[in-house]
């Protein structure tokens, strides 16, 4: 966990199910995410995988990490997208991350047919889906931060 009033580096993944494109990705009409809730704003949210980049270590590395503890699975393909700033209110309290941003698939094909993992993080308990990238277009869902729309 992190302190109040600390900037967090994190590292999130964006994996997408579409079809491949001969020569390169067609853009996926799912998304892979993790649902999180706030109680104070009774709002459910969505955000891609990932976690806390820890000292001495790589974002890319923090990644593969991530995703082995969370769910188990290995990732391939894996592409930097670019940085994201992220200044927020959660559960009351104000947060500020640095998001290295890295666009992946599962090395795995079964993850694609699953609709939805549950996992632990720290001691909280999450669940991990798909969800059509249009629910959070249209505004039906809330996915954060709002910058990642840039790279859907």
Known sequence: MHKEGQIRLLVLGLIRDGE???????KGDRIFISEGYDPVKQET???ALGGGVDFGETSEIA?????QEEIQAELTNIRYLGCLE???VFNGKPGHEIIQL??????DPKFYQMEQIPFA??????????VDINRFKS??????????????
């Open 102 to 107: 890295y666009e992946c698939d599962f090395a």
């Open 63 to 67: 990644l593969k990490r991530e995703f």
């Open 20 to 26: 491949k494109s001969q020569g390169g990705y067609a």
């Open 139 to 152: 505004g039906e869902l809330r996915l954060v931060p709002e910058q990642f729309f840039d790279y859907l």
């Open 86 to 88: 992220n200044i927020f």
């Open 45 to 47: 949210f969505y955000r």
């Open 121 to 130: 993080e720290g001691d909280r308990k999450k669940t991990a889906l798909w």
